[in-house]
Nanobody
Framework: VQLQASGGGLVQAGGSLRLSCAASGRTFRNYAMGWFRQGPEKEREFVAVISWSGDITYYKDSVKGRFTISRDNAKNMVYLQMNSLKPEDTAVYYC????????????????WGQGTQVTVSS
């Protein structure tokens, strides 16, 4: 599976962005999909995960109620809708594919995409 993230950009605080992750490969629907981020001088951290079927999601506490992860298995796409953005959301965002537990832990992830920069100005 190859992953290509897009949709990042510069937005003012309170604004919204929608990140997309395009996956290649017929086994895409076998994987849980997640989003991670790495802010300036910070370690990469888990943001959100969605099950292979799309019916179970889990979020980092600080983004609950603001971010929504979704997927379209017919299109091999995963999305992260980000609303009410804050300056502390500024980071490079990465999509990832793997088992549910590996994605939540961020270790042993099978596939990583390249990052897309999100910058939130105050």
């Amino acid at each position: 599976v190859q992953l290509q993230a897009s949709g990042g950009g510069l937005v003012q605080a309170g604004g919204s962005l929608r990140l997309s992750c395009a996956a290649s490969g017929r086994t895409f629907r076998n994987y849980a999909m997640g989003w991670f981020r790495q802010g300036p001088e910070k370690e990469r951290e888990f943001v959100a995960v969605i099950s292979w079927s799309g019916d179970i999601t889990y979020y980092k506490d600080s983004v609950k109620g603001r971010f929504t992860i979704s997927r379209d298995n017919a299109k091999n796409m995963v999305y992260l809708q980000m609303n009410s953005l804050k300056p502390e959301d500024t980071a490079v965002y990465y999509c990832a594919a793997g088992g549910w537990g590996t994605v939540v832990r961020g270790t042993g992830v099978d596939y990583w995409g390249q990052g897309t920069q999100v910058t939130v100005s105050s």
